[in-house]
């Protein structure tokens, strides 16, 4: 599983509030990705990490910023969340050219 | 840039094949990968093609055109815990997922 975990698993939240989603990993992975998966979608990239402090937009990256001050960690805020936010985050890894490794997933709900 | 076409759903049988398409548009092209994923689970990976042909993996296999931006998984011998949702990704500078294809498997 490429020792990937995600915190929290679930959350509720109410529109204006800051939320802050964590990354972890165990192997020194250099590249970290944040995905959001909605119904009809698929996955869409938020913001992308290729070490620390490098990181880049995705796809849909307005609302959200992330850091990365630690190889291990890759941290993804929402600033301030709206109900459009609401959504099944995914955190991955690159294990090489052609594989992502996927954490176990943080479904939020914005009230 | 990117965009995917997939089928959003497809029904079989257990011990059917079924065939799932895949169609991009995209600029930069390394490969194309595939993903399953069951309700609630994350996405794990299960094949990648790069260059053109046919590519296996026990009960699933899966190919590619690159002229003709086409791709597809074929699963055989279905079994019930096929059921899930199937994702083909095109590999660029970043992988870009196309929108799924939930297979139900029927007894």
């Known amino acids: 599983d490429a020792g990937i975990t995600q915190s929290p698993r679930h959350k509720v939240t109410e529109t204006g509030t800051p939320v802050t989603l964590r990354c972890h990993q165990t192997e020194n992975h250099r590249y970290m990705y944040w995905y959001r998966q909605d119904p009809g979608h698929g996955l869409r990239l938020i913001h992308y990490?290729?070490?620390?402090?490098?990181?880049d937009k995705g796809e849909v990256s307005d609302g959200y910023s992330v850091s990365r001050s630690k190889t291990e960690d890759f941290l993804l805020t929402l600033e301030s969340a709206t109900s459009s936010q609401t959504s099944v985050y995914f955190c991955?890894?690159?294990?090489?050219?052609?594989?992502?490794?996927f954490g176990p997933g943080t479904r939020l709900l914005v009230l | 840039g990117q965009s995917l076409e997939q089928p959003s759903e497809v029904t079989a049988v257990e011990g059917a094949i079924v065939q799932i398409n895949c169609t991009y548009q995209t600029s930069g092209f390394y490969g194309l990968s595939w993903y399953q994923q069951h309700d609630g689970g994350a996405p794990t990976f299960l094949s990648y093609n790069a260059l053109d042909g046919l590519e296996e993996t026990g009960r699933f296999s899966s190919f590619l055109s690159r002229s003709d931006s086409y791709g597809y998984l074929l699963l055989q011998e279905l079994q019930m815990k096929d059921s899930a949702s199937y994702f083909c990704a095109v590999i660029g500078q970043n992988f870009v997922f196309g929108p799924g294809t939930r297979l139900s498997v029927l007894p």
């Open positions: 991955a890894i690159k294990e090489n050219e052609e594989t992502q490794y």
């Open positions: 990490s290729y070490g620390v402090k490098d990181t």
